[in-house]
Structure formats: C-alpha cells, structure tokens
C-alpha cells in the first residue's frame, strides 16, 4: 500500500485563501478530495465548522456538501460532454433540491452572467466552449449550491497563459463578492504568491513548510522551498539566481513543523 498523504495539518481562517504548492505527487489533489471524501480518508479528522467531515453518515454528509464544493484541473474531462452546459449546472441545484424547475432555470442563467459567460449559451455542449469558458462552467456549477468553501484544484494549469489570468481573478473576484474560504492547489509559486495570503508546502506527502506568503517566499527555510524557489522565472535578465538542485536523500520527512519565525514554520 502506498501511503500518498501522512500526518498533514492545517487551519484555514474564514474568507481566507490558503495555498497548496508542490510538485505533481506531492499529495495536493490527493488532500482537497480527502477534506470533501471524494478519496475515502483511512485515517484523521477534518473539522469544518465544528463538524468533523470523515466521521459524518452518509445523509448528513450531503448536506454538508452544500457548503463545500471543488473545481476541478481538467476542464476537458470535469464536464460531462453528453450534457448541455446549463444541465450541467443545474445538476447540483436538482441533486439538493433547491428550487422549483422555473426558479433553477433563472438561477443557471444567473450564475453564467456572474462566472461571465453568455446566458444564451446554456444549450450548448463543453465542445462547443473554449478551456476558459468550460473552466467558468465548472465554477458555476460549484457555486450554484451556494457554498462557503471552495477547493479550486490547480484551475488555471491546462488553460492558455493568455487566459489564466482573467479566470484567477474572476477567482478573486468571486471569493470577495461571496466571501469564499478558498483552498488554492497549484505548482506555480508566482502564481500562488499573488492569490494567497498563506501558504503549505507539500513534499512526499507531508507538508515540510508553511507560512504567510511574504515570509515564506522571503526567506524559505526548507531544502526543497529553497530549489522550488530557485526554478521560478525571472522576467529581469540577470535578477536570477542560481538554480538550487534539490537532493531528496538529504530530507528527513519525519521532521516535525517546528517554529522558525513568527507565521512560519519549517520541518527541518
């Protein structure tokens, strides 16, 4: 048996955004499915909002969910392409029952105008949408329940560099408007710098370091931060500095997070 994430923990304030960053492996997916149980956790505990989520029934946990949805990677493969995009986002409202046909109707059209897509295109397939238009059908179909916490699982890495940035700050826009608590999971520090205020670093399943996004891209403290750092491009020719290889037999990944600053700790 591989074991893909092991003795991980982490808090998330309200309306905060919290950062997930390591290389593909690391165990970032694997964790925002566990918190929503898409992956069956085998061990530990999830409090949201005072409710621990692994030790919830089955009934109680659908209504939980309600309050907590993700976005997934693939916008190719998240949407299922025999469905029309509106069904697609009114699946959720229909699986909660919240409204009446004529109201759950409305509200598909709503949420196309507020992840800023075209209403008149509710009748069209994921086919017929470009990856940042299937991405924002994704989003509205996780907010359509109306939750209060948002896994968006690496959401801009298959899309054009051309289009991620108006999908990150719809992002951002969305998470002000609705006051979201979001778990951002991606690979691209620069990219997690500018939307998190704190962020985790995940290596071999285990979180070797975490703190504020200014201290922690400031001065990082673990031998891994330290080489994914190092690999981040510069746009200013000659701002760059050495390139750190990172050498995994020199980790122990027993270490516990012990405090190097304030806001930051580091498994070292």
Do not use: W
């Given at each position: 048996?591989?074991?893909?994430?092991?003795?991980?923990?982490?808090?998330?304030?309200?309306?905060?955004?919290?950062?997930?960053?390591?290389?593909?492996?690391?165990?970032k997916?694997?964790?925002?499915?566990?918190?929503?149980?898409?992956?069956?956790?085998?061990?530990?505990?999830?409090?949201?909002?005072?409710?621990?989520v692994?030790?919830?029934?089955?009934?109680?946990?659908?209504?939980?969910?309600?309050?907590?949805?993700?976005v997934?990677?693939?916008?190719?493969?998240?949407?299922?392409?025999?469905?029309?995009?509106?069904?697609?986002?009114?699946?959720?409202?229909?699986?909660?029952?919240?409204?009446?046909?004529?109201?759950?109707?409305?509200?598909?059209?709503?949420?196309?105008?507020?992840?800023?897509?075209?209403?008149?295109?509710?009748?069209?397939?994921?086919?017929?949408?470009?990856?940042?238009?299937?991405?924002?059908?994704?989003?509205?179909?996780?907010?359509?329940?109306?939750?209060?916490?948002?896994?968006?699982?690496?959401?801009?890495?298959?899309?054009?560099?051309?289009?991620?940035?108006?999908v990150?700050?719809?992002?951002?826009?969305?998470?002000?408007?609705l006051?979201?608590?979001?778990?951002?999971?991606?690979?691209?520090?620069?990219?997690?710098?500018?939307?998190?205020?704190?962020?985790?670093?995940?290596?071999?399943?285990?979180?070797?370091?975490?703190?504020?996004?200014?201290?922690?891209?400031?001065?990082?403290?673990?031998?891994?931060?330290?080489?994914?750092?190092?690999?981040?491009?510069?746009?200013?020719?000659?701002?760059?500095?050495?390139?750190?290889?990172?050498?995994?037999?020199?980790?122990?990944?027993?270490?516990?997070?012990?405090?190097?600053?304030?806001?930051?700790?580091?498994?070292?």
């Amino acid at each position: 048996m591989v074991t893909a994430v092991d003795d991980i923990s982490f808090v998330i304030d309200e309306g905060e955004t919290f950062g997930l960053v390591g290389e593909s492996g690391s165990g970032k997916t694997t964790t925002g499915r566990c918190l929503l149980r898409l992956i069956e956790p085998t061990a530990g505990q999830f409090l949201f909002r005072g409710e621990d989520v692994f030790a919830l029934p089955p009934a109680n946990l659908r209504r939980l969910r309600r309050q907590m949805q993700m976005v997934f990677q693939d916008p190719y493969s998240s949407l299922n392409p025999r469905m029309r995009a509106g069904a697609i986002v009114e699946e959720g409202l229909i699986i909660h029952k919240l409204g009446t046909a004529a109201e759950r109707q409305s509200r598909v059209r709503e949420l196309f105008g507020l992840v800023g897509l075209d209403a008149s295109q509710v009748d069209r397939f994921p086919h017929e949408f470009s990856g940042g238009q299937r991405q924002r059908i994704g989003l509205a179909r996780a907010l359509g329940v109306g939750p209060s916490f948002l896994i968006a699982d690496e959401p801009v890495s298959a899309l054009d560099v051309s289009i991620q940035a108006q999908v990150i700050n719809l992002f951002l826009d969305l998470q002000q408007a609705l006051k979201l608590t979001l778990l951002f999971i991606a690979h691209d520090l620069r990219l997690v710098r500018h939307v998190c205020s704190r962020v985790a670093v995940m290596y071999g399943g285990r979180i070797v370091e975490m703190g504020t996004s200014e201290a922690l891209f400031r001065e990082p403290a673990h031998p891994y931060t330290r080489a994914l750092l190092s690999a981040v491009p510069n746009p200013h020719p000659g701002a760059r500095g050495p390139r750190i290889v990172f050498d995994p037999a020199s980790v122990d990944l027993t270490l516990p997070l012990r405090d190097i600053a304030p806001n930051h700790r580091a498994a070292i």
